[in-house]
């Protein structure tokens, strides 16, 4: 069996290595085109092109399927499977109906339950304590195709969005090597999902991150795990951006949201409109990432302060 793979983020990279163990080839990789950077605007490579490079594969990152000289080239390649992993573009119709044994997705929930763009954060903002993988064979819509197979990962009260991708991922590796064969022999019944149970993500962008000291602070502490580490959690002090790395949430009477206080422990936290969230660790615009107590000790007027909501 030819197998192709496409993906590019960090979750992919544990999938391609587990597709590269097997017994079947992997003729080619697709991933994105590689992207500027950081301060000196460098080209960036995907992590699943740096893992393809290390394993000699044949990388591929066309802008788009939407142009007749891609589609024919992968024709070309003759697979009979296409594996997809966080690649993060569209494949159109030709393509999905191009293998005969379709393109299968490994997405990181339990599908139906938060299709879209970004399920591990939608799972740890919604404040689920489970989550998963599931292995389907895609179709036109979105993460709508029946569904090959599925593993239970329970959520941690200490995950971020970046501890739960590594777990998830891994998990989603066994998964496949589980399924595969048993797909591509014929063992497997592909089960319809129910739409009348799915839940939609979108796509993250960094106004998200900044803090409104008016929500309740358990849902602060949600998007602190879940926006870490892209695109972060943060307020600002004295017109720079303040990081909040890591917190924790306490109970507490409404009083003046945004008000930064000394909690009985020693530690530092901040009224939200229910409860309050206690500061961890935080990072200044241009400083490295500290605790919260080591940041007190270099900024004596932070206790009092109130942060913008």
Not at 187 to 201: F, G, R
Not at 202 to 221: F, R, Y
């Amino acid at each position: 069996m030819r197998i192709v793979f496409m993906g590019t983020s960090e979750f992919g990279v544990p999938i391609l290595e587990r597709l590269v163990a097997s017994e079947h080839p992997l003729i080619a990789v697709y991933t994105q085109p590689d992207k500027p950077a950081g301060r000196g605007r460098s080209l960036s490579l995907p992590p699943v092109k740096k893992m393809a490079i290390k394993y000699g594969l044949e990388v591929r990152q066309p802008n788009s399927f939407n142009e007749a000289d891609v589609l024919e080239s992968l024709a070309q390649l003759n697979p009979d499977v296409i594996v997809v992993a966080a690649f993060g573009k569209i494949l159109p119709e030709e393509v999905l109906n191009m293998p005969p044994f379709g393109c299968i997705n490994i997405h990181p929930s339990l599908l139906p339950r938060h299709r879209g763009p970004s399920p591990i954060q939608g799972a740890i903002l919604s404040g689920d304590d489970c989550t998963g993988v599931t292995i389907m064979l895609m179709d036109r819509g979105v993460d709508s195709g029946p569904i090959l197979a599925q593993k239970r990962v329970p959520i941690a009260p200490e995950d971020s969005a970046e501890s739960l991708t590594t777990n998830l991922a891994s998990t989603g590796a066994r998964l496949l090597e589980e399924t595969l064969p048993r797909w591509l022999s014929h063992a497997i019944t592909p089960q319809p999902q129910n739409d009348d149970e799915a839940s939609y993500t979108k796509s993250l962008s960094k106004e998200q991150g900044e803090i409104d000291w008016h929500l309740p602070a358990l849902e602060i502490w949600r998007q602190v795990r879940a926006f870490q580490p892209w695109p972060g959690c943060y307020t600002r002090l004295r017109g720079k951006a303040l990081k909040v790395v890591d917190a924790s949430h306490l109970p507490g009477a409404q009083d003046e949201p945004g008000r930064v206080i000394t909690l009985a422990g020693g530690g530092v936290g901040v009224q939200t409109a229910e409860g309050i969230l206690e500061l961890l660790r935080v990072q200044l615009e241009g400083k490295r990432k500290m605790s919260a107590e080591e940041f007190v000790l270099g900024q004596r007027d932070f206790i009092g302060a109130l942060l913008p909501c």
